[in-house]
């Protein structure tokens, strides 16, 4: 006798097993893939960067932030994430959030200890908080790394004389000037 089709390709137990953990194998390894990439079916961390300044630039803050902490959930030691933690520490200087744009200047600074800018940025911060001691430590570690950064000699000049410590903040003053 003949067999149907349906009977011809009909699965024993043992293939049915071994289909099964097949699928299994391939659920599993995409899950692998999906969690590792800190990603699921979504942007890719610099995707969620650029959109992060276009609502930036536009006023949107309240989006901005989220897209950069989007970004900042890939959780890597990578540029792309300081990128970020910069980026929304300058959202949080345009809301008047000092303290929030500090924690990320902070998580900025542990992955790139060696950018100026980073300690530039958090003593601005630290100075409109009026916590000037903190500030100049910053200001002092971001001319360590970069003799040249104006910036930071304006603004030690700035706290200096907000300080009355006037022959202080000529000296940095002096060092814009002579530069």
């Not at 100049?136 to 040249?148: F, G, H, R, V």
């Amino acid at each position: 006798m003949r067999k149907s089709r349906m009977q011809k390709y009909k699965t024993t137990p043992t293939t049915e097993s071994k289909l099964n953990s097949i699928k299994i194998w391939q659920i599993s390894f995409l899950m692998i893939l999906a969690i590792t990439s800190g990603n699921v079916f979504g942007q890719s961390q610099d995707e969620y960067i650029k959109s992060g300044d276009v609502f930036y630039e536009n006023g949107d803050y309240d989006k901005a932030i989220t897209a950069f902490s989007k970004a900042v959930k890939f959780k890597s030691d990578s540029a792309s994430t300081h990128d970020a933690y910069m980026k929304r520490a300058k959202v949080y200087f345009a809301k008047v959030e000092y303290q929030k744009a500090i924690a990320d200047l902070t998580a900025a600074i542990k992955i790139c200890p060696i950018d100026s800018c980073s300690y530039c940025n958090r003593g601005i911060a630290l100075a409109h908080l009026n916590e000037y001691d903190k500030a100049i430590k910053d200001y002092l570690m971001a001319i360590e790394i970069d003799p040249t950064y104006t910036r930071a000699y304006l603004d030690l000049g700035w706290i200096h004389t907000r300080r009355t410590e006037y022959d202080l903040a000529i000296q940095y003053f002096d060092k814009v000037i002579g530069s």
